[in-house]
């Protein structure tokens, strides 16, 4: 079993930054690929960053890319979401996601959902204009 807990959402002003940080149970944090999804009122959730579990490769959202960057930490199992540059429409609760990646390569990350088995209880983010 693994339990994901989120912290540093916050509120904030247009252009500012803030870091999410989502730690991890377990012993085998290194095996897990990591994504950040988001879900604003009304809205469908949607995939925001992915990170392989071999930490080399990412996955960024259209609308993030260049602005949010996805890392880990495995000493700390803790992995991370720097967002920069908010926006308004970039408020909405951050989850946190983990699927047990030992069955993929070292380079795989994914960007759907429902590949991810373990989800945080999420992080408010409010951007305001």
């Known amino acids: 079993q693994v339990q994901l807990v989120e912290s540093g959402g916050g509120l904030v002003q247009a252009g500012g930054s803030l870091t999410l940080s989502c730690v991890a149970s377990?012993?085998?944090?290194?095996?897990?690929?990591m994504g950040w999804f988001r879900q604003a009122p009304g809205k469908e959730r949607e995939f925001v960053a992915a990170l392989s579990r071999g930490g080399s490769s990412t996955g960024y959202a259209t609308s993030v890319k260049g602005r949010f960057t996805i890392s880990k930490i495995n000493a700390k199992n803790t992995v991370y979401l720097q967002m920069n540059s908010l926006k308004p429409e970039d408020t909405a609760v951050y989850y946190c996601a983990a699927f047990d990646g030992i069955y993929y390569s070292n380079s795989y990350y994914g960007t759907d959902a429902d590949e991810y088995y373990y989800w945080g209880q999420g992080t408010q983010v409010t951007v305001s204009s």
């Open positions: 377990g012993r085998t944090f290194s095996t897990y690929g």
